[in-house]
């Protein structure tokens, strides 16, 4: 996902779906056995928010009496945070992964306060940001410079929730006499699912105890969504063509680089900028997972793979690229397991799925205004949304900052890797 920091659309946090959690051994190592490897309790591969949070929760709810429980936790990299990273772009820092945090993303809400870490704000210029949606050859849609309307009635209908969430482009009635009432029947869809997703924050001794993810998402009545594309729904929730091709599409693009006929359940949580209040950290949102870390007395392998879990009955052994050999009572998995190079024993079976590979392009310059047709490069909206045309060469282009009239920072996010002769064309 992508894009300025208002405009980005959230997804919320489903690490657990994609995070297998093996099953606890209880017994003892052997007394007959060969002087054991390091062992722990708890093995936790992968540092991103998923692995981090299992740490810190495991803390929080583990006894504390001695001997504590022993938590280590292998990452393949050199830095905590898996895919919320940041990157820096000509001494500049911006987020190259997640950047964007749902205000209904209760943990996160909740590690700041613990972390004591800061809710960056927003910059004027970030609130004033101009959409507009590339079909190729024109701007079908595009709104003009921000302007909060005078007129209260208008005022009202823009302060709908999801709308908020699109501040800036927003701001103008032009969104609202192109797609009318279908923009309350979107938000009302994402609120339905939002509510119910919010089940899962319910206490968890009041909640059930999943074996699998289609049970979990069973109970919150989110299942159904997963067995029908974004489309079906949309078209049933009663919404318009149009917001379906353009600014539904655009959202989709922007944040899965995938079109309308993807899952429902994705669609859902690329469309649930509902509510509004998006927001991220000053410094960068990896350091959730640093601080998560940090504040949960886990030994941390960074540099370190893991190249196979092979379960021993009592316990887990976990060998990584380093040689070395550990003994783990509880082996968790916190990185998606469909482009995973860990050799399981016994296998496992992973059911396949197909994959979108996002490509994201940091840029500093100009965009080039005559490859979109216009004069100026002030007639080029801040963010440059994309219908679904299988020959358009990327899915969005956003300012991350304007440095000055000649030099902005730009974020770029395609299907295949952009070719230096294309980003030629396309930047001056
Ligand atoms: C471009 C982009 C933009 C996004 N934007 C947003 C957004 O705005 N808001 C939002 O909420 N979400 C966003 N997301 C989604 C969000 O980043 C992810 O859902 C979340 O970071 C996943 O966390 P995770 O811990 O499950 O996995 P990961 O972050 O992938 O962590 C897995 C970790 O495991 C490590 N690892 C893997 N295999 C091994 C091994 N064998 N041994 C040791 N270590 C291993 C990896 O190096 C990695 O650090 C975005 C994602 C991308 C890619
Ligand atoms: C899901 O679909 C099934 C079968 O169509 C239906 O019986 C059920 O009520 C639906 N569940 C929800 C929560 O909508
Ligand atoms: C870790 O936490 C301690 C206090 O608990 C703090 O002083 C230190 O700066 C933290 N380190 C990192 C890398 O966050
Ligand atoms: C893991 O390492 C141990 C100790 O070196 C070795 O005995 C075992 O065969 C290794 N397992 C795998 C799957 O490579």
């Given at each position: 996902?992508?894009?300025?920091?208002?405009?980005?659309?959230?997804?919320?946090?489903?690490?657990?779906?994609?995070?297998?959690?093996?099953?606890?051994?209880?017994?003892?190592?052997h007394?007959?056995?060969?002087?054991?490897p390091?062992?722990?309790?708890?093995?936790?591969?992968?540092?991103?928010?998923?692995?981090?949070?299992?740490?810190?929760?495991?803390?929080?709810?583990?006894?504390?009496?001695?001997?504590?429980?022993?938590?280590?936790?292998?990452?393949?990299?050199?830095?905590?945070?898996?895919?919320?990273?940041?990157?820096?772009?000509?001494?500049?820092?911006?987020?190259?992964?997640?950047?964007?945090?749902?205000?209904?993303?209760?943990?996160?809400?909740?590690?700041?306060?613990?972390?004591?870490?800061?809710?960056?704000?927003p910059?004027?210029?970030?609130?004033?940001?101009?959409?507009?949606?590339?079909?190729?050859?024109?701007?079908?849609?595009?709104?003009?410079?921000?302007?909060?309307?005078?007129?209260?009635?208008?005022?009202?209908?823009?302060?709908?929730?999801?709308?908020?969430?699109?501040?800036?482009?927003?701001?103008?009635?032009?969104?609202?006499?192109r797609?009318?009432?279908?923009?309350?029947k979107?938000?009302?869809?994402?609120?339905?699912?939002?509510?119910?997703?919010?089940?899962?924050?319910?206490?968890?001794?009041?909640?059930p105890?999943?074996?699998?993810?289609?049970?979990?998402?069973?109970?919150?009545?989110?299942?159904?969504?997963?067995?029908?594309?974004?489309?079906?729904?949309l078209?049933?929730?009663?919404?318009?063509?149009?917001?379906?091709?353009?600014?539904?599409?655009?959202?989709?693009?922007?944040?899965?680089?995938?079109?309308?006929?993807?899952?429902?359940?994705?669609?859902?949580?690329?469309?649930?900028?509902?509510?509004?209040?998006?927001?991220?950290?000053?410094?960068?949102?990896?350091?959730?997972?640093?601080?998560?870390?940090?504040?949960?007395?886990?030994?941390?392998?960074?540099?370190?793979?893991?190249?196979?879990?092979?379960?021993?009955g009592?316990?887990?052994?976990?060998?990584?690229?380093?040689?070395?050999?550990?003994?783990?009572?509880?082996?968790?998995?916190a990185?998606?397991?469909?482009?995973?190079?860990?050799?399981?024993?016994?296998?496992?079976?992973?059911p396949?799925?197909?994959?979108?590979?996002?490509?994201?392009?940091?840029?500093?310059?100009?965009?080039?205004?005559a490859?979109?047709?216009?004069?100026?490069?002030?007639?080029?909206?801040?963010l440059?949304?994309?219908?679904?045309?299988?020959?358009?060469?990327?899915?969005?282009?956003?300012?991350?900052?304007?440095?000055?009239?000649?030099?902005?920072?730009?974020?770029?996010?395609?299907?295949?890797?952009?070719?230096?002769?294309?980003?030629?064309?396309?930047?001056?």
């Amino acid at each position: 996902m992508a894009k300025p920091r208002r405009s980005k659309m959230m997804s919320l946090k489903l690490p657990f779906l994609l995070t297998l959690f093996l099953a606890l051994s209880q017994a003892q190592p052997h007394s007959d056995d060969p002087p054991p490897p390091p062992s722990s309790n708890v093995c936790v591969i992968g540092a991103g928010i998923g692995g981090s949070s299992v740490a810190h929760f495991l803390r929080k709810y583990s006894p504390s009496s001695t001997p504590s429980t022993k938590i280590r936790v292998f990452e393949r990299n050199g830095r905590v945070g898996g895919r919320i990273a940041t990157v820096t772009v000509a001494g500049e820092t911006f987020e190259a992964g997640a950047s964007i945090l749902h205000p209904k993303n209760l943990h996160t809400v909740d590690y700041v306060k613990i972390l004591k870490l800061k809710v960056k704000e927003p910059t004027a210029s970030e609130d004033s940001l101009s959409l507009g949606i590339w079909d190729g050859n024109k701007f079908v849609f595009k709104t003009v410079s921000p302007l909060s309307s005078t007129v209260p009635l208008i005022d009202k209908l823009l302060k709908l929730p999801f709308v908020n969430t699109l501040v800036s482009f927003v701001n103008s009635a032009l969104m609202f006499v192109r797609y009318g009432f279908s923009l309350f029947k979107m938000q009302n869809f994402v609120e339905i699912a939002v509510d119910k997703f919010v089940k899962y924050y319910e206490d968890p001794g009041s909640r059930p105890i999943f074996e699998t993810v289609d049970e979990m998402l069973q109970w919150a009545g989110l299942y159904n969504l997963t067995t029908r594309t974004l489309r079906d729904e949309l078209v049933d929730a009663g919404l318009s063509t149009s917001l379906i091709n353009e600014l539904v599409t655009v959202i989709t693009r922007i944040n899965y680089g995938q079109s309308v006929s993807m899952s429902g359940l994705g669609g859902v949580v690329s469309l649930a900028g509902s509510g509004g209040g998006l927001w991220s950290i000053e410094g960068g949102n990896w350091q959730m997972a640093a601080g998560l870390i940090n504040q949960s007395d886990v030994a941390l392998h960074l540099h370190e793979e893991i190249k196979s879990v092979a379960d021993l009955g009592d316990y887990y052994e976990l060998n990584s690229t380093k040689g070395n050999s550990y003994r783990c009572e509880v082996a968790v998995v916190a990185t998606p397991l469909d482009e995973l190079d860990i050799q399981f024993i016994p296998p496992i079976s992973i059911p396949e799925r197909k994959l979108q590979h996002t490509f994201t392009t940091f840029v500093r310059g100009l965009l080039n205004p005559a490859y979109f047709g216009l004069k100026a490069v002030t007639k080029i909206p801040d963010l440059v949304g994309t219908i679904e045309d299988p020959e358009l060469p990327f899915s969005c282009i956003a300012v991350l900052k304007k440095h000055n009239e000649k030099e902005s920072t730009y974020k770029l996010f395609s299907r295949q890797p952009m070719a230096d002769t294309l980003l030629d064309s396309i930047f001056r």
